[in-house]
T-cell receptor, first 115, second 115 residues
Framework: AQTVTQSQPEMSVQEAETVTLSCTYD???????LFWYKQPPSRQMILVIR??????QNATENRFSVNFQKAAKSFSLKISDSQLGDAAMYFC????????????FGKGTKLTVNP | EAQVTQNPRYLITVTGKKLTVTCSQN?????MSWYRQDPGLGLRQIYY???????DKGDVPEGYKVSRKEKRNFPLILESPSPNQTSLYFC??????????????FGEGSWLTVV
């Protein structure tokens, strides 16, 4: 079974600085998607960024970028110029191939942004 | 506005009293699913549906039932709720599933407490 591991339960960063959240996953599939979701205190699930496994180029969305290392099964999220509004729980998620609409989530990393 | 609507958003109920959490989406999505979120465990899939009358178990289906009689609705049924089903529940939908890269839309969550 596929698993997603986020080894950092909590992280903190100073406002305007850069922080990297780690994620590793285990799968025997060659085609899949990886995601980072943000969950602010409102508990809403917000898609931050998505990466297709067959694409070598790392995805980027404004201040958010990923470092996707397929061979190492690593998918880290880098947040540049951190803002107070970035404070949230961040979940890494994997979507396996097979037709079922399923996300396998990591346990989350709580990010604190210090002013 | 594209949205996934869950009701109720907050509910306190007693052990053994049947309840239904409704989920409705207005995007004509084929895929719908239910997740539960528990502290330290991330989100785990309960059930999913690939289309009308097609449902299947996720990772934690025990104690839950679902039905998909209409494309837009995917209710979650707790026939005899128990305290270990106290959790935050999310309904999600997508056009063709995350495999195709389509965005997965989450509802705002339903807080359920079973006493």
């Amino acid at each position: 079974a596929q698993t997603v591991t986020q080894s950092q339960p909590e992280m903190s960063v100073q406002e305007a600085e850069t922080v990297t959240l780690s994620c590793t996953y285990d799968t025997s599939e060659s085609d899949y998607y990886l995601f980072w979701y943000k969950q602010p205190p409102s508990r809403q699930m917000i898609l931050v960024i998505r990466q297709e496994a067959y694409k070598q180029q790392n995805a980027t969305e404004n201040r958010f970028s990923v470092n996707f290392q397929k061979a190492a099964k690593s998918f880290s999220l880098k947040i540049s110029d951190s803002q107070l509004g970035d404070a949230a729980m961040y979940f890494c998620a994997y979507s396996p191939q097979g037709g079922s609409e399923k996300l396998v989530f990591g346990k989350g990393t709580k990010l604190t942004v210090n002013p | 506005e594209a949205q996934v609507t869950q009701n109720p958003r907050y509910l306190i109920t007693v052990t053994g009293k049947k309840l239904t959490v409704t989920c409705s989406q207005n995007m004509n999505h084929e895929y719908m699913s239910w997740y539960r979120q528990d502290p330290g465990l991330g989100l785990r899939q309960i059930y999913y549906s690939m289309n009308v009358e097609v449902t299947d178990k996720g990772d934690v289906p025990e104690g839950y039932k679902v039905s998909r009689k209409e494309k837009r609705n995917f209710p979650l049924i707790l026939e005899s709720p128990s305290p270990n089903q106290t959790s935050l529940y999310f309904c999600a939908s997508s056009l063709k599933g995350s495999l195709s890269g389509n965005t997965i839309y989450f509802g705002e969550g339903s807080w359920l407490t079973v006493v």
